[in-house]
């Protein structure tokens, strides 16, 4: 049942009384999202962040996280040589290339547009016009959750940088392992601009702070 059915619903139960609920408006979250299958013997947790002082290689330890995530291994925390590295790094570059890891820095003015979807004034319009814009984490989660057969990363620097509150808004429970699109507990939210959005299973988050 969708907001407006759920609102009214609420209401009439509140009165004890029936009030008549537009079908033809009711749309479920399963009708608007593809449904996923959860995930099994996972090797990596789906959040995760690397802390420490700073200058200790937590950024440069980012890469080797997301590649040991795609390659379904241990991650490799002894040090590596320069060919080594190399070849990480190559292998971690075609996978941004190919958009299924995305890199991003959190700072004191970073907010929910920039990370979820905000409005953003049209130039090409002569008129005041606004397209809803959608920011980074919105983007790859989509995408995610169209591919379930690939995995993705979410990599974000400097997480605690940011007010989390304030960047994550509502979906910050949605990122919990068990509330991901797929899971027992799976559930989505409708965004301020109307989409219905969820965090599907194949999106790993993996965060930096010191």
């Given at each position: 049942?969708g907001?407006?059915?759920?609102a009214?619903?609420?209401?009439?139960?509140?009165?004890?009384?029936?009030?008549?609920v537009?079908k033809?408006?009711?749309?479920?979250?399963?009708?608007?999202?593809?449904?996923r299958?959860p995930?099994?013997?996972?090797?990596?947790?789906?959040?995760?962040i690397?802390?420490?002082?700073p200058?200790t290689?937590?950024?440069?330890a980012?890469?080797?996280y997301?590649?040991?995530?795609?390659?379904n291994r241990?991650v490799?925390d002894?040090?590596?040589?320069?060919?080594?590295?190399?070849?990480?790094?190559?292998?971690?570059?075609n996978?941004?290339?190919?958009?299924?890891?995305?890199?991003?820095t959190?700072?004191?003015?970073?907010?929910?547009?920039?990370?979820?979807?905000?409005?953003?004034?049209?130039p090409?319009?002569?008129?005041?016009?606004?397209?809803t814009?959608?920011?980074v984490?919105?983007?790859i989660?989509?995408?995610?959750?169209q591919?379930?057969a690939?995995?993705?990363?979410?990599?974000i620097?400097?997480?605690?940088?940011a007010?989390?509150?304030?960047?994550?808004?509502?979906?910050?429970?949605l990122?919990?392992?068990?509330?991901?699109?797929?899971?027992?507990?799976?559930?989505s939210?409708?965004?301020p601009?109307?989409?219905?959005?969820?965090?599907?299973?194949?999106?790993?988050?993996?965060g930096?702070?010191?």
């Open positions: 049942m907001d407006i059915g759920k009214l619903a609420e209401i009439g139960e509140l009165l004890n009384e029936d009030i008549p537009d033809d408006t009711e749309t479920t979250d399963n009708e608007r999202l593809p449904s299958s995930r099994v013997r996972l090797k990596h947790p789906l959040n995760q690397l802390y420490g002082a200058g290689g937590k950024t440069y980012t890469a080797e997301a590649m040991a995530i795609f390659e241990e490799n002894a040090k590596i040589d320069e060919t080594a590295r190399k070849t990480l790094m190559s292998n971690y570059k996978k941004v290339r190919d958009g299924f890891i995305v890199f991003t959190f700072h004191q003015s970073y907010g929910y547009e920039d990370f979820v979807q905000g409005l953003r004034p049209d090409t319009k002569s008129e005041l016009s606004f397209d814009l959608d920011g984490f919105k983007k989660a989509d995408k995610a959750m591919d379930a690939n995995d993705y990363v979410l990599i620097d400097e997480i605690n940088r007010q989390i509150s304030k960047v994550f808004g509502e979906l910050i429970t990122i919990e392992d068990d509330k991901r699109w797929g899971e027992i507990n799976e559930l939210v409708t965004l601009y109307g989409d219905v959005f969820a965090v599907p299973n194949n999106l790993y988050i993996v930096t702070m010191n």
